[in-house]
């Protein structure tokens, strides 16, 4: 767990050079480094602060508002239960019970293999397949007990690997465009 | 019956693959753009104006008006909404993932009208699929050159940028969002100022959009404004998307055209919602998100326009979502859920919201779980008042308000409404000391 | 703050028409107007927030009464506000019940008990009981935030002050909130504490008890407390505060919203200093030096001694063979009366309160002068002192907030960055001991030169246009960038911005706590109270006095220097350490051997009073009352509190006492008659009547002198200038200082605030309005003001010091030094405050990246570092805002001081690194 590599470094000064005020991004720098560590490190934080010259602790501060950003280690996959109201109708609190004896672990925690955290989410605006889950916010759709036993089953297998992505990584497509022209811009602080 | 007209926002969706450039190109895709590119911002603005285009996040708003709200002062700010995380709405979901230049198309344009050079697509976090689309949308967008520098020869050259939400609701609301946007915990701003069109994202006047409302731009631009108004009603004019959520056969979003069609159209049209499920009795639906007031099945003919369902219902249709409930469903629990859901959205800052949702919340809990005192009904009618004073039933519209941002007043309705309308359920919950529903 | 000078708007409230100011929130006009509307996290000091909604009151709009926050509604004309309405009392009711939903209640055993507005809100506007009955949040108690401040989640109510404080304030974020909704809470980011100059101030505007500060904790509760107001002396800035004791124990003290001065805020040492008087070492009984042993005497012994010693010197040597060092911990009244022993009685002008890390009197007194207000408020601020983070820091907040709030361009001539350098728009960082040089440069036409003492062409450039954008408004915060060069160049630079810069105006940064004062009363070689120069003054004051030296004296370091040679034999150190604190520790101590007869008026012993023949107690803060000057030149009040511990005496009737047997009689019953006769004579006090300074309308003080307005009125019955009638009519003449004890003061309705807002008195408004009078010069068969006979004297001008020396050459291994204070020190404040002893940070040298290169340094790397005077091992960081060839140390730490390094007798002093 470490401070951002040389190449995620210059990926944040590519994303600062986007904004007209570098702390904007903050938070596509913060889905950054959990998507090198899986979770937010103190060291990462520390280093995006530096990197936007904020202190750690606004950047802590504004972390931890964030439902997806995690300070505490989580596993390889996040596995994201809706039990909102459109799900809860359709048995959501019933499949995440389920979740949670397949898994053996209670809402908010992690697998002791470290490939599952499980929890209880709010709507994942994918009402229309309810009850629906996420794993590393990869939708999936009208969920059954078998269902749920079925997709844990592949992606202990790496059969999913190409469509759930470890987590932390929110998108694969990367910004190219637009870039070096608009680098190293006088940037005011804040 | 459900009118028949042509859709409009969701007119791709069905397409194979529409989210990619060709796709879009083949379908016409940034013609409007290029026309609007020929015309002066003035009559950009002017046609969507008189296409009198309600915003489709929430408080609809009329677009054209806040675009000539802004500010006179350079630069300007345009930022689109694509935070949709209301509970039960799930259409600003799909236009992201299915059809990303349309919206991207509309954001050209709008940013064109309103003088923007900088524009952000703000997208919910957890919409991972959605945002790899939207920023390879944006991509592919640059490669063709309709962003950028002088776009089709115009002289007009803007930038856009995708930018990610981190999970949390309350960066939906505008200024929480532009917060947000600007590297804070997303705490909605004090007002006044009481638009973003005066103070906006980093002080600059700036135009807040939804996705969807975005995306009825380059239709309007292509068939004039006049003839968006030529559809619905002179008060509800144009096409919407609905997410009919909950205990319905065919849940899913639906384009439909405003004022002329009604709720139990949109429930029980086979095409659309599709009627219950398992012919089971309505029993009540949610006309318009977490957020508003519940309605029984005798407003299932209010038509949909929005001025109506206000004025007339005392509620709103807000986001855009229906929820169903049946004669299955518990009413204390499906409203101590939604309660839940505010508590855990509360951004914290208001202490009515803030400390007034837990309290409801723990207090619903137990009743649901049959814990409940008979004072806890009163209690939690006073308690709603001190998050909304004046909150009744039958309910107005709109709730008092007098926290920072319209959240504090959402808690209150499921409890209203449901206590409202379900004041025996609860009874029985707190007499017997468990759910009769099992 | 409302501009007052504009137009008005009128509402009412609850009815009563109020007159309010654009801009103004409906909350504060209300207050003005005696309408107290409940609050959490509104502070008038700080951006609204508007999150607790306890100000929730009824505002008529368009479609009638709504409840809207007055924290943030502006006044608009015409608005009605209803404070008393039902659904006002509902709301507040409902908040206070939900306020309290998560609140632990556990007010016995909580500090702010009895003080806590949560409390005290609760029963005038609350709910009779809670309809709770559910489990409430829980957070593990009070965790530390540093070792200064506490942290009591549970008992947080998120109203956002501290944090806001941190960081729009304070400028340091080291605090946040944490979480969302009802669970946020205030923290640090992970093992990094709240190590803020200003954290204690966090824990005075927070409205319940959940930050309390270590030195207070479970020490006193609010209802055992008395309180006096007063002004704090840690630094120069002069800070309102109250002092607040518990059984004759100073337990806390708390800031005071002054206006012109420090908006309510402390900085920590100054809070937490308070300690030290506590102190169970100080000094208590007169020490007389045995048999080579320190050994308790009477006040009749020890008092005899020393005027026996000075008078075998003076008999000896002449008058010349004394030497006074020290005064600017003392009260303007003792200082004058020690002047009145050195420079009358004893004859000598080698006085020096500055001990060589100063700058000359006549720089200090004799420039135009600027106030607080006016520097932030200046077209643009040039700022050639010291880290004013370091040495003033209120003064650092006004500054770094008229930057960041009002845009005010500053400019820094500093030999290295300090805590204003971020809000800088242009850095001039010269090389040690060319201070004169770039200011040369800088006020000069043409193109500058490529590189001027260090400083490039380009920020020359930037610093020129941000000057002349000023258009005549500049003023220059002058005080002594490095204690580690002599300060000539400074001096001299400050001569060419006088000369050079149109309209410029001063505002002196030296640090001590009274200095100023010190100063203004004549503790200084070749001034005489007042701001006169000795020749000047020569007449005006030997009438007044009798007799006065002949000759100018020497400064701290020509005492040190004839001691150290032999050709100065006794020495009075007025609560003054030269071993520790005069810029060069090796001279000083040799000073201090040769001296034949020392004798020292402290609080404590120090590694120099220890080696005096006769040691004598002294009464410190809060245990005397007096008046004290600011940096501004602004006299303000000093409250006691408590008594001196044993027999300590305050200074003045030290002085008093051991005049009378060394032969002379200053003539003083008490302070009272001292600060009449300071009045009486002193040209730059004249007019600055006790019943003036004990009005209501001088809460903020008295800036020196009165303005030429002012001054043209005379005080009734006197002849002499002063306040107008109708001031001196709201005041009962209670007699210098000891004055009516103020309302206690409550946290949230932040003390003082009123006095402020009702326009305390400020240098250039004193008189409301003036029906009578007539300049003194004119009036005829009045009572003459001062000595008859003698023309008052005109006030000191700064002509510009003697040209400077010329520096040695830089040889190219060699670094120049450069050293300042750090906040946190070995000097007795700190030291003797166990909350703050553990607080100085480790000695660090810092130098240019580039110049640790070429010595294959980096940061963390040990290094020995030479002078000609000594060397001494240290750990080196590297720092960009250190220029190459220059290497800064902090002065003042424990073991590798520049103390140690710094040659006095040189222009500069330059340091050798050798790794090791
Ligand atoms: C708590 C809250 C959440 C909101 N969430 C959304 C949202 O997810 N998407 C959205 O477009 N508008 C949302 N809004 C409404 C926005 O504040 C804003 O009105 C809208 O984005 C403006 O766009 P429109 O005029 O095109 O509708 C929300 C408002 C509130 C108070
Ligand atoms: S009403 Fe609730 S969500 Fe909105 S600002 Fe206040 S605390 Fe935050
Ligand atoms: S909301 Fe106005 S004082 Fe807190």
Redesign the interface.
């Given at each position: 767990m470490a401070r951002l590599t040389p190449e995620n470094v210059q990926r944040a000064r590519d994303t600062i050079s986007l904004y007209p005020v570098a702390r904007s991004a903050l938070i596509p720098l913060l889905h950054m480094a959990q998507e090198q560590d899986g979770w937010l490190s103190?060291e990462a934080?520390?280093h995006v602060a530096e990197l936007l010259e904020?202190?750690?602790?606004?950047?802590?501060?504004?972390a931890?508002?964030y439902d997806m950003l995690f300070t505490e280690p989580v596993g390889r996959y996040l596995v994201s239960i809706c039990t909102n109201i459109a799900c809860l109708l359709e048995g959501a609190y019933e499949l995440l019970e389920h979740a949670g004896s397949t898994l053996g672990v209670r809402p908010g925690s992690t697998t002791p293999d470290e490939l599952f955290t499980l929890e209880e989410v709010e709507c994942i605006a994918d009402c229309g397949r309810a009850p629906c889950l996420a794993v590393n916010w990869r939708f999936f759709g009208d969920v059954t007990p078998d269902g749920f036993d079925r997709l844990v089953a592949r992606l202990r297998a790496g059969e999913l690997s190409d469509e759930v992505p470890p987590h932390g990584t929110l998108s694969r497509v990367r910004r190219t465009v637009g870039l070096p022209a608009r680098a190293e811009g006088g940037r005011e602080r804040r | 019956m459900t009118t028949e007209v042509a859709p409009i926002v969701t007119r791709r969706l069905a397409a194979q693959e529409p989210w990619t450039l060709q796709s879009y190109l083949s379908d016409g895709g940034y013609g409007a753009l290029r026309k609007a590119l020929t015309m002066p911002r003035q009559e950009v603005m002017a046609e969507v104006d008189r296409a009198n285009l309600l915003g489709r996040g929430g408080a609809g708003f009329p677009a054209g008006r806040k675009w000539s709200m802004l500010r006179k002062a350079e630069p300007v700010y345009l930022v689109v909404n694509g935070d949709e995380s209301e509970p039960a709405t799930f259409k600003d979901h799909l236009l992201i993932e299915r059809d990303p230049h349309q919206i991207v198309e509309g954001t050209l344009i709008t940013a064109y009208a309103i003088g923007a050079a900088q524009a952000f697509i703000y997208v919910r976090g957890e919409f991972a699929l959605g945002l790899e689309r939207m920023i390879q949308a944006v991509e592919d967008a640059y490669g063709h050159g309709v962003i950028g520098a002088n776009i089709f020869g115009s002289g007009f050259s803007v930038d856009l940028v995708v930018h990610p939400g981190a999970g949390?609701y309350i960066c939906g609301d505008e200024t929480a969002l532009l917060e947000s946007l600007e590297g804070k915990?997303g705490f909605p701003r004090?007002k006044?100022p009481y638009y973003p069109a005066a103070i906006g994202l980093y002080g600059a006047p700036t135009v807040v959009n939804n996705v969807e409302t975005m995306s009825n731009i380059p239709w309007i631009v292509l068939n004039g404004g006049d003839a968006f108004a030529a559809l619905g009603t002179e008060t509800a004019t144009g096409t919407r998307m609905f997410a009919v959520a909950g205990r319905v056969n065919r849940p899913g979003a639906y384009e439909v055209e405003l004022g002329k069609n009604t709720f139990r159209d949109l429930v029980y049209d086979p095409k659309l919602g599709g009627g219950v499920r398992d012919g089971r009795e309505l029993k009540a639906f949610v006309p318009g998100g977490a957020s508003s007031f519940w309605f029984g099945p005798e407003r299932l003919d209010f038509s949909l326009d929005e001025s109506k369902v206000k004025g007339e219902g005392g509620s709103m249709m807000g986001s855009g979502s229906v929820i169903v409930l049946d004669d299955t469903t518990c009413a204390v629990r499906a409203a101590w859920r939604l309660v839940r859901f505010f508590?855990?959205?509360?951004?914290?800052?208001?202490?009515?919201c803030?400390?007034?949702?837990?309290?409801l919340e723990?207090?619903m809990r137990?009743i649901e779980s049959g814990h409940g005192r008979p004072q806890d009904l009163e209690?939690l009618m006073d308690v709603c008042?001190?998050i909304s004073?004046g909150v009744s039933w039958p309910s107005r519209w709109p709730p008092?308000m007098?926290?920072?941002c319209p959240l504090g007043p959402s808690i209150p309705p499921p409890v209203v409404s449901s206590l409202g309308m379900f004041r025996d359920e609860y009874l029985v919950h707190v007499k017997e000391g468990g759910c009769p529903f099992g | 703050m409302a501009d007052l000078a504009t137009s008005t708007v009128a509402i009412t409230v609850d009815g009563k028409q109020v007159v309010a100011y654009p801009g103004e929130m409906v909350i504060a006009a209300a207050e003005r107007a005696g309408v107290y509307i409940p609050r959490f996290c509104y502070h008038p000091r700080m951006r609204?927030?508007?999150?607790?909604?306890?100000c929730?009151v009824d505002i008529k709009g368009p479609r009638g009464f709504?409840?809207?926050?007055a924290c943030?509604?502006?006044v608009a004309e015409g608005q009605e506000v209803c404070t008393t309405s039902a659904?006002v009392r509902?709301?507040q009711?409902?908040?206070l019940?939900?306020?309290l939903?998560?609140h632990p209640l556990d007010c016995p055993v909580c500090d702010k008990g009895g003080e806590c507005p949560l409390q005290d809100q609760t029963l005038t506007y609350g709910p009779g009981e809670s309809?709770?009955v559910?489990?409430k949040r829980h957070w593990e108690k009070p965790i530390a935030l540093s070792s200064l401040v506490y942290l009591d989640r549970e008992r947080c109510?998120?109203c956002?002050r501290c944090t806001r404080f941190a960081?729009e304030v304070a400028g340091?974020?080291?605090?946040?909130?944490?979480?969302?909704?009802?669970?946020?809470e205030v923290?640090?980011?992970?093992?990094?504490p709240f190590s803020s100059y200003f954290s204690g101030n966090t824990v005075q505007i927070c409205p319940v008890g959940a930050l309390t500060a270590t030195p207070y904790r479970f020490r006193a509760r609010p209802w055992d407390l008395e309180q006096v107001e007063s002004t704090c002396t840690t630094c120069a800035v002069g800070c309102r505060m109250a002092v607040q004791s518990s059984t004759n124990q100073l337990t806390r003290y708390l800031g005071i919203d002054s206006d012109p001065v420090n908006h309510g805020w402390l900085c920590d040492k100054g809070r937490f200093a308070f300690e030290a008087v506590n102190g169970v070492e100080r000094l208590s009984r007169p020490l007389v030096r045995r048999d080579g042993e320190l050994v308790p005497a009477s006040w009749g012994q020890a008092l005899d001694a020393a005027a026996k010693g000075l008078r075998d010197v003076r008999a000896l040597h002449g008058p010349d063979g004394i030497a006074v060092l020290g005064g600017a911990r003392l009260a303007n009244e003792d200082a004058y009366a020690w002047a009145k022993l050195a420079k009358s009685v004893l004859g000598t002008d080698s006085v020096d309160a500055q001990l060589g890390d100063g700058l000359p009197a006549e720089a200090v007194l004799g420039l135009p002068r600027a106030t607080i207000d006016q520097a932030c408020s200046a077209g643009a601020v040039l700022l050639m002192g010291p880290d004013l983070k370091e040495e003033l820091p209120v003064l650092y907040l006004r500054l770094r907030a008229a930057v960041v709030d009002s845009g005010i361009p500053l400019v820094e001539l500093v030999p290295a960055s300090g805590g204003l350098s971020g809000y800088a728009a242009a850095s001039l960082n010269y090389r040690p001991g060319e201070a004169a040089a770039v200011a040369r440069a800088l006020v000069g036409a043409g193109d500058p030169a490529d590189e001027v003492a260090g400083v490039g062409a380009q920020a020359l450039r930037q610093a020129r246009r941000v000057l002349a954008d000023a258009a005549g408004d500049v003023v220059v915060i002058l005080g002594r960038p490095s204690v580690a060069d002599s300060g000539e160049s400074v001096a001299e630079a400050a001569a060419v911005l006088a000369e050079g810069v149109p309209g410029v105006r001063f505002l002196a940064a030296l640090r001590r706590g009274n200095v100023h004062g010190a100063l203004d009363m004549g503790l200084a070689p070749g001034v005489l109270p007042g701001r006169v120069g000795l020749d000047e003054g020569r007449e005006w004051w030997s009438q007044a006095w009798g007799v006065i030296p002949e000759e100018r004296g020497l400064d701290a370091a020509g005492v040190l220097t004839a001691a150290a040679e032999g050709r100065l034999h006794a020495l009075v150190l007025l609560g003054a350490d030269p071993a520790s604190d005069f810029p060069d520790a090796e001279l000083a101590r040799h000073g201090l051997a040769g001296a034949g007869f020392v004798v020292a008026v402290d609080t404590y012993l120090n590694e120099s009073s220890r080696q005096a023949d006769v040691v004598l107690p002294a009464a410190g803060y809060a245990e005397r009352p007096g008046t004290t000057t600011n940096l501004e030149g602004r006299v303000t009040r000093m409250g006691q509190k408590v008594v001196p511990p044993g027999v300590a005496w305050p200074d003045w009737m030290i002085a008093s006492e051991l005049a009378l047997r060394v032969g002379g009689d200053l003539g003083f019953e008490g302070i009272e008659a001292i600060w009449d006769e300071i009045e009486r004579y002193a040209p730059s006090h004249a007019g600055i009547t006790r019943r003036l300074l004990t009005s209501p309308l001088a809460r903020d003080g008295v800036v020196a002198p009165l303005s030429e307005e002012t001054a043209t009125h005379t005080v009734p019955g006197t002849g002499r200038p002063g306040g107008g009638p109708e001031l001196l009519e709201l005041a009962p003449d209670t007699g210098g200082a000891t004055q009516p004890v103020p309302a206690p003061i409550d946290p949230m309705s932040d003390p003082g605030i009123d006095a402020a807002e009702s326009q305390g008195i400020s240098a250039t408004e004193v008189v409301p309005e003036v029906t009578s009078g007539v300049a003194p010069e004119q009036e005829e068969g009045e009572q003459e003001p001062g000595p008859s006979g003698a023309e008052r004297p005109p006030p000191l001008r700064f002509q510009g010091a003697g040209s400077p020396r010329g520096l040695p050459k830089l040889d190219g291994y060699a670094l120049r030094l450069v050293s300042g204070h750090t906040l946190y020190d070995q000097g007795v404040g700190v030291q003797r405050s166990p909350s703050l002893a553990g607080l100085p940070p480790a000695p660090r040298l810092r130098a240019n990246p580039y110049d640790l290169d070429r010595l294959g340094l980096t940061t963390g790397d040990s290094v020995r570092v030479r002078s000609g005077h000594a060397s001494f091992v240290i750990e080196v960081v590297a720092h960009s805002g250190v220029p190459r060839g220059s290497a800064a140390l902090p002065f003042n730490l424990e073991g590798q001081s520049a103390g140690e390094l710094i040659d006095a007798s040189g222009p500069v002093t330059d340091v050798r690194l050798e790794t090791v």
């Amino acid at each position: 767990m470490a401070r951002l590599t040389p190449e995620n470094v210059q990926r944040a000064r590519d994303t600062i050079s986007l904004y007209p005020v570098a702390r904007s991004a903050l938070i596509p720098l913060l889905h950054m480094a959990q998507e090198q560590d899986g979770w937010l490190s103190e060291e990462a934080m520390v280093h995006v602060a530096e990197l936007l010259e904020l202190t750690p602790a606004e950047v802590y501060g504004t972390a931890s508002f964030y439902d997806m950003l995690f300070t505490e280690p989580v596993g390889r996959y996040l596995v994201s239960i809706c039990t909102n109201i459109a799900c809860l109708l359709e048995g959501a609190y019933e499949l995440l019970e389920h979740a949670g004896s397949t898994l053996g672990v209670r809402p908010g925690s992690t697998t002791p293999d470290e490939l599952f955290t499980l929890e209880e989410v709010e709507c994942i605006a994918d009402c229309g397949r309810a009850p629906c889950l996420a794993v590393n916010w990869r939708f999936f759709g009208d969920v059954t007990p078998d269902g749920f036993d079925r997709l844990v089953a592949r992606l202990r297998a790496g059969e999913l690997s190409d469509e759930v992505p470890p987590h932390g990584t929110l998108s694969r497509v990367r910004r190219t465009v637009g870039l070096p022209a608009r680098a190293e811009g006088g940037r005011e602080r804040r | 019956m459900t009118t028949e007209v042509a859709p409009i926002v969701t007119r791709r969706l069905a397409a194979q693959e529409p989210w990619t450039l060709q796709s879009y190109l083949s379908d016409g895709g940034y013609g409007a753009l290029r026309k609007a590119l020929t015309m002066p911002r003035q009559e950009v603005m002017a046609e969507v104006d008189r296409a009198n285009l309600l915003g489709r996040g929430g408080a609809g708003f009329p677009a054209g008006r806040k675009w000539s709200m802004l500010r006179k002062a350079e630069p300007v700010y345009l930022v689109v909404n694509g935070d949709e995380s209301e509970p039960a709405t799930f259409k600003d979901h799909l236009l992201i993932e299915r059809d990303p230049h349309q919206i991207v198309e509309g954001t050209l344009i709008t940013a064109y009208a309103i003088g923007a050079a900088q524009a952000f697509i703000y997208v919910r976090g957890e919409f991972a699929l959605g945002l790899e689309r939207m920023i390879q949308a944006v991509e592919d967008a640059y490669g063709h050159g309709v962003i950028g520098a002088n776009i089709f020869g115009s002289g007009f050259s803007v930038d856009l940028v995708v930018h990610p939400g981190a999970g949390a609701y309350i960066c939906g609301d505008e200024t929480a969002l532009l917060e947000s946007l600007e590297g804070k915990r997303g705490f909605p701003r004090i007002k006044p100022p009481y638009y973003p069109a005066a103070i906006g994202l980093y002080g600059a006047p700036t135009v807040v959009n939804n996705v969807e409302t975005m995306s009825n731009i380059p239709w309007i631009v292509l068939n004039g404004g006049d003839a968006f108004a030529a559809l619905g009603t002179e008060t509800a004019t144009g096409t919407r998307m609905f997410a009919v959520a909950g205990r319905v056969n065919r849940p899913g979003a639906y384009e439909v055209e405003l004022g002329k069609n009604t709720f139990r159209d949109l429930v029980y049209d086979p095409k659309l919602g599709g009627g219950v499920r398992d012919g089971r009795e309505l029993k009540a639906f949610v006309p318009g998100g977490a957020s508003s007031f519940w309605f029984g099945p005798e407003r299932l003919d209010f038509s949909l326009d929005e001025s109506k369902v206000k004025g007339e219902g005392g509620s709103m249709m807000g986001s855009g979502s229906v929820i169903v409930l049946d004669d299955t469903t518990c009413a204390v629990r499906a409203a101590w859920r939604l309660v839940r859901f505010f508590h855990k959205e509360s951004c914290g800052q208001c202490t009515p919201c803030r400390e007034g949702s837990g309290w409801l919340e723990k207090i619903m809990r137990r009743i649901e779980s049959g814990h409940g005192r008979p004072q806890d009904l009163e209690l939690l009618m006073d308690v709603c008042d001190n998050i909304s004073p004046g909150v009744s039933w039958p309910s107005r519209w709109p709730p008092n308000m007098t926290t920072i941002c319209p959240l504090g007043p959402s808690i209150p309705p499921p409890v209203v409404s449901s206590l409202g309308m379900f004041r025996d359920e609860y009874l029985v919950h707190v007499k017997e000391g468990g759910c009769p529903f099992g | 703050m409302a501009d007052l000078a504009t137009s008005t708007v009128a509402i009412t409230v609850d009815g009563k028409q109020v007159v309010a100011y654009p801009g103004e929130m409906v909350i504060a006009a209300a207050e003005r107007a005696g309408v107290y509307i409940p609050r959490f996290c509104y502070h008038p000091r700080m951006r609204p927030v508007g999150m607790c909604r306890m100000c929730l009151v009824d505002i008529k709009g368009p479609r009638g009464f709504s409840l809207q926050p007055a924290c943030f509604i502006p006044v608009a004309e015409g608005q009605e506000v209803c404070t008393t309405s039902a659904a006002v009392r509902k709301a507040q009711d409902g908040v206070l019940e939900l306020l309290l939903v998560n609140h632990p209640l556990d007010c016995p055993v909580c500090d702010k008990g009895g003080e806590c507005p949560l409390q005290d809100q609760t029963l005038t506007y609350g709910p009779g009981e809670s309809r709770f009955v559910e489990e409430k949040r829980h957070w593990e108690k009070p965790i530390a935030l540093s070792s200064l401040v506490y942290l009591d989640r549970e008992r947080c109510i998120q109203c956002d002050r501290c944090t806001r404080f941190a960081d729009e304030v304070a400028g340091d974020p080291l605090i946040d909130f944490v979480g969302r909704g009802d669970h946020i809470e205030v923290n640090t980011f992970p093992d990094l504490p709240f190590s803020s100059y200003f954290s204690g101030n966090t824990v005075q505007i927070c409205p319940v008890g959940a930050l309390t500060a270590t030195p207070y904790r479970f020490r006193a509760r609010p209802w055992d407390l008395e309180q006096v107001e007063s002004t704090c002396t840690t630094c120069a800035v002069g800070c309102r505060m109250a002092v607040q004791s518990s059984t004759n124990q100073l337990t806390r003290y708390l800031g005071i919203d002054s206006d012109p001065v420090n908006h309510g805020w402390l900085c920590d040492k100054g809070r937490f200093a308070f300690e030290a008087v506590n102190g169970v070492e100080r000094l208590s009984r007169p020490l007389v030096r045995r048999d080579g042993e320190l050994v308790p005497a009477s006040w009749g012994q020890a008092l005899d001694a020393a005027a026996k010693g000075l008078r075998d010197v003076r008999a000896l040597h002449g008058p010349d063979g004394i030497a006074v060092l020290g005064g600017a911990r003392l009260a303007n009244e003792d200082a004058y009366a020690w002047a009145k022993l050195a420079k009358s009685v004893l004859g000598t002008d080698s006085v020096d309160a500055q001990l060589g890390d100063g700058l000359p009197a006549e720089a200090v007194l004799g420039l135009p002068r600027a106030t607080i207000d006016q520097a932030c408020s200046a077209g643009a601020v040039l700022l050639m002192g010291p880290d004013l983070k370091e040495e003033l820091p209120v003064l650092y907040l006004r500054l770094r907030a008229a930057v960041v709030d009002s845009g005010i361009p500053l400019v820094e001539l500093v030999p290295a960055s300090g805590g204003l350098s971020g809000y800088a728009a242009a850095s001039l960082n010269y090389r040690p001991g060319e201070a004169a040089a770039v200011a040369r440069a800088l006020v000069g036409a043409g193109d500058p030169a490529d590189e001027v003492a260090g400083v490039g062409a380009q920020a020359l450039r930037q610093a020129r246009r941000v000057l002349a954008d000023a258009a005549g408004d500049v003023v220059v915060i002058l005080g002594r960038p490095s204690v580690a060069d002599s300060g000539e160049s400074v001096a001299e630079a400050a001569a060419v911005l006088a000369e050079g810069v149109p309209g410029v105006r001063f505002l002196a940064a030296l640090r001590r706590g009274n200095v100023h004062g010190a100063l203004d009363m004549g503790l200084a070689p070749g001034v005489l109270p007042g701001r006169v120069g000795l020749d000047e003054g020569r007449e005006w004051w030997s009438q007044a006095w009798g007799v006065i030296p002949e000759e100018r004296g020497l400064d701290a370091a020509g005492v040190l220097t004839a001691a150290a040679e032999g050709r100065l034999h006794a020495l009075v150190l007025l609560g003054a350490d030269p071993a520790s604190d005069f810029p060069d520790a090796e001279l000083a101590r040799h000073g201090l051997a040769g001296a034949g007869f020392v004798v020292a008026v402290d609080t404590y012993l120090n590694e120099s009073s220890r080696q005096a023949d006769v040691v004598l107690p002294a009464a410190g803060y809060a245990e005397r009352p007096g008046t004290t000057t600011n940096l501004e030149g602004r006299v303000t009040r000093m409250g006691q509190k408590v008594v001196p511990p044993g027999v300590a005496w305050p200074d003045w009737m030290i002085a008093s006492e051991l005049a009378l047997r060394v032969g002379g009689d200053l003539g003083f019953e008490g302070i009272e008659a001292i600060w009449d006769e300071i009045e009486r004579y002193a040209p730059s006090h004249a007019g600055i009547t006790r019943r003036l300074l004990t009005s209501p309308l001088a809460r903020d003080g008295v800036v020196a002198p009165l303005s030429e307005e002012t001054a043209t009125h005379t005080v009734p019955g006197t002849g002499r200038p002063g306040g107008g009638p109708e001031l001196l009519e709201l005041a009962p003449d209670t007699g210098g200082a000891t004055q009516p004890v103020p309302a206690p003061i409550d946290p949230m309705s932040d003390p003082g605030i009123d006095a402020a807002e009702s326009q305390g008195i400020s240098a250039t408004e004193v008189v409301p309005e003036v029906t009578s009078g007539v300049a003194p010069e004119q009036e005829e068969g009045e009572q003459e003001p001062g000595p008859s006979g003698a023309e008052r004297p005109p006030p000191l001008r700064f002509q510009g010091a003697g040209s400077p020396r010329g520096l040695p050459k830089l040889d190219g291994y060699a670094l120049r030094l450069v050293s300042g204070h750090t906040l946190y020190d070995q000097g007795v404040g700190v030291q003797r405050s166990p909350s703050l002893a553990g607080l100085p940070p480790a000695p660090r040298l810092r130098a240019n990246p580039y110049d640790l290169d070429r010595l294959g340094l980096t940061t963390g790397d040990s290094v020995r570092v030479r002078s000609g005077h000594a060397s001494f091992v240290i750990e080196v960081v590297a720092h960009s805002g250190v220029p190459r060839g220059s290497a800064a140390l902090p002065f003042n730490l424990e073991g590798q001081s520049a103390g140690e390094l710094i040659d006095a007798s040189g222009p500069v002093t330059d340091v050798r690194l050798e790794t090791v």
